[in-house]
T-cell receptor, first 118, second 114 residues
Framework: GAVVSQHPSWVICKSGTSVKIECRSLDFQATTMFWYRQFPKQSLMLMATSNEGSKATYEQGVEKDKFLINHASLTLSTLTVTSAHPEDSSFYIC??????????????FGDGTRLSIL | AQSVTQPDIHITVSEGASLELRCNYSYGATPYLFWYVQSPGQGLQLLLKYFSGDTLVQGIKGFEAEFKRSQSSFNLRKPSVHWSDAAEYFCAVAGMDSSYKLIFGSGTRLLVRP
């Protein structure tokens, strides 16, 4: 149980292109999803928290207009990197958390998306 | 402020040897603690979690961790390491505000000698 699917796993595109990454919870409803960025040999950096039916909450320093997040249903959140440039190249990982106000619900992670901007 | 420290960047053990990965946290109350493992190019897999109760928690793949409040530690252990355990291991604490954000340590890379 608690499977999170992230797609695509790898994308290469030209500078200036917009790229959409999908994150789906396959066997549970996720009221909250998180988007992380990970640089090589580093820990995960939280970019934003996505709540179903409401606007995402972005961490300090993350450009809202650059990284568009939509959480339209209880099983799907999308991250769109708009007008991507080489400095946006990174490994992006999503996670999903089942509903409820209890803090003991763990986050379940997708397999990540390797984004390479040429 | 909440923080998680994993003091060891790299650890190398021989296959079959025991393993302990250290994790210390800074938090004002009893935290929710997690250990995740990440293989190269992959997402994170939950190994185990601690919320309350028994301070020794069992996880998947033969891992266990012990919560020690007096030391603010949550060290991960395995009695006999397998070559497939080579990966990056992250300790994390959950925020107690309504955001439930995870605060990650910097990770420990485990290398296994044949």
């Amino acid at each position: 149980g608690a499977v999170v699917s992230q797609h695509p796993s790898w994308v290469i595109c030209k500078s200036g292109t917009s790229v959409k990454i999908e994150c789906r919870s396959l066997d549970f409803q996720a009221t909250t999803m998180f988007w992380y960025r990970q640089f090589p040999k580093q820990s995960l950096m939280l970019m934003a928290t996505s709540n179903e039916g409401s606007k995402a909450t972005y961490e300090q320093g993350v450009e809202k207009d650059k990284f568009l997040i939509n959480h339209a249903s209880l099983t799907l959140s999308t991250l769109t990197v708009t007008s991507a440039h080489p400095e946006d190249s990174s490994f992006y990982i999503c996670s999903a958390r089942a509903g409820g106000l209890q803090g003991n619900q763990p986050q379940h992670f997708g397999d990540g998306t390797r984004l390479s901007i040429l | 402020a909440q923080s998680v420290t994993q003091p060891d960047i790299h650890i190398t053990v021989s296959e079959g040897a025991s393993l302990e990965l250290r994790c210390n946290y800074s938090y004002g109350a009893t935290p929710y603690l997690f250990w995740y493992v990440q293989s190269p190019g992959q997402g994170l897999q939950l190994l185990l979690k601690y919320f309350s109760g028994d301070t020794l928690v069992q996880g998947i793949k033969g891992f266990e961790a012990e919560f020690k409040r007096s030391q603010s530690s949550f060290n991960l252990r395995k009695p006999s390491v397998h070559w497939s355990d080579a990966a990056e291991y992250f300790c994390a604490v959950a925020g107690m505000d309504s955001s439930y954000k995870l605060i990650f340590g910097s990770g420990t890379r485990l290398l296994v000698r044949p």
